[in-house]
């Protein structure tokens, strides 16, 4: 039975950080047939996955195959990643460490407070504890390091220990963990750990990102670029430059100090070009000067940078920079009033025919009233597929929830309705009857039957899909794998490297 730990992307012996200095690299001496491993092709030769504060996104992709091939997956965490109340909560890596819980056979976390409040957001999943010390001083603040503070000292060979046992658990062994299966413990391990670890890894080139912490949106962008894993790459990230790296990437471009002109060459430097300031040309000029690449948020961006005297082959537009929100807004229709079925004039079918004829991503309606014939025409259309709400108590904001107020009656004397959306603003769509004869305006859409009405809403429903469509690739994920590419063409490495 073969184990390996997935950490963080750059774990090297030695490595530092304390949370996974103490739980992966000190146990792992102690856990028969373990490894520390960064490279996709030596975990699927695995049995048992442990994944060591990971939640990036090519983890979720990396967890989904090896489950399909009956690997054991365990999820191990220093960390509360999933409670938006903790410091340094990130949704997005909240919403993969979910991901990767459901694919997990348990998870295992160092605290039974933090057992008993994953209990809350995760019901059907194994949660199990193994306690160990941390470095919580500037994750935490006193109270919360205080709440901490019980837990006994960290004994490498209990926890090796309880890991095993987990194992042996969800393996279904009738093995149980003894002295005699630990490696033997010497002073050295202490003095040397490294020289305890198998370390696998085969990253031949580095690209360090020059991440600004300034609150700005390039902020999100370093945050992004700290998600960057290639198996030929070694991503680090930091406000200091790294003269050892292959590649150093500046995500600002000259907002901060010290400004990019006034550091030093390094062997390859890529600027992240967002725009020019009118008081700063003389600062751009240098930085251009200084730079080797150039990536550009835009075609615009790129025109600028040309129009400075760029050449064209130094400039590489970015692909899939991502959204920060989730909502689509769908095109509101609203009607207010009464349907009055037993009268032909107000064309009510109209509203059933448009719930079969238009695209139930693109539209819903929304109707105002309380009486029962509103209701009745709702489900009529909800029926067909077509999100119908009904509001019955704030009249304005139903006004405010709308883009356009349909009326389809052939006759009217107003209607009021039509007064009050004219009134609010809202674009008015009706036959040339009632109010509408003598208060329309070019925002204003006039029809004389169905089908013309029919060719408005597919205009609409046409342009929306067109914009959809083009926001489409604008995601994180685009914008990582674009990075990936970009790194690995400036790097020279082929396709046959990945």
């Not at 976390?109 to 194994?126: F, G, M, R, W």
């Not at 769509?429 to 009632?434: K, M, N, R």
């Amino acid at each position: 039975m073969n184990i390996t730990w997935v950490v963080l992307d750059d774990i090297t012996p030695g490595l530092k950080n304390l949370s996974t200095y103490n739980r992966v690299s000190l146990v792992v001496p102690y856990m028969p047939d373990t490894i520390i491993c960064s490279t996709d092709e030596v975990v699927k030769e695995c049995d048992i996955i442990i994944y060591q504060d990971r939640f990036e996104l090519h983890d979720v992709y990396l967890a989904t195959e090896l489950k399909k091939q009956n690997k054991k997956i365990l999820i191990d965490i220093s960390f509360p990643v999933w409670n938006s109340k903790q410091p340094n909560y990130n949704p997005i890596k909240a919403k993969n460490f979910f991901q990767l819980a459901e694919l997990s056979s348990c998870i295992i976390v160092p605290s039974s407070d933090y057992q008993s409040n994953l209990e809350h957001y995760i019901a059907d999943k194994q949660i199990k504890v193994i306690p160990t010390r941390f470095d919580f001083g500037i994750q935490l603040n006193k109270n919360e390091f205080n709440k901490l503070s019980s837990l006994r000292e960290f004994n490498v060979e209990q926890s090796a220990k309880e890991y095993m046992n987990i194992i042996y658990e969800i393996t279904e062994s009738n093995t149980i963990w003894t002295p005699e299966k630990q490696r033997k413990e010497t002073k050295e391990h202490y003095q040397d750990i490294r020289k305890c670890i198998k370390f696998v890894g085969n990253k031949s080139k580095h690209v360090h990102i020059r991440d600004v912490r300034d609150g700005w949106i390039m902020q999100v962008f370093g945050d992004e670029l700290a998600q960057l894993n290639d198996r030929s790459i070694k991503f680090t990230s930091g406000r200091a430059q790294d003269f050892n790296a292959d590649i150093n990437y500046y995500i600002n471009w000259t907002n901060d100090k010290p400004c990019l002109n006034e550091l030093e060459k390094t062997k390859c430097d890529i600027i992240l070009f967002t725009h020019f300031e009118h008081e700063h040309f003389v600062e751009e000029t240098r930085v251009m000067e200084w730079s080797d690449l150039f990536t550009c948020m835009s075609k615009h961006g790129e025109m600028k940078l040309k129009e400075r005297g760029i050449l064209a082959k130094k400039i590489s537009i970015i692909e899939g920079i991502g959204t920060s929100t989730k909502v689509r807004k769908k095109i509101a229709i609203g009607w207010a009033g009464r349907p009055y079925f037993h009268l032909g004039r107000k064309n009510y079918d109209a509203f059933i025919k448009l719930s079969e004829d238009l695209d139930k991503e693109i539209f819903k309606f929304i109707f105002y009233g309380r009486r029962s014939g509103v209701k009745s025409l709702a489900e009529k259309m909800e029926k067909n597929g077509m999100t119908v709400e009904i509001l019955g108590d704030d009249y304005d904001y139903f006004l405010k929830s709308i883009d356009y107020y349909l009326s389809p009656s052939d006759m009217e004397g107003g209607p009021m309705d039509m007064l009050n959306a004219i009134y609010a603003g809202v674009p008015v769509i009706a036959q040339d009857v009632g109010f509408f004869h003598t208060l329309k305006t070019k925002e204003d859409f006039k029809f004389k039957n169905y089908k013309e009405l029919l060719k408005f809403f597919k205009l609409k429903e046409k342009s929306k899909k067109k914009k959809i469509k083009i926001i489409t690739p604008y995601t994180w994920d685009n914008f990582r794998l674009w990075h990936i590419k970009y790194f690995r063409k400036v790097l020279g490495l082929n396709e046959m490297d990945k």
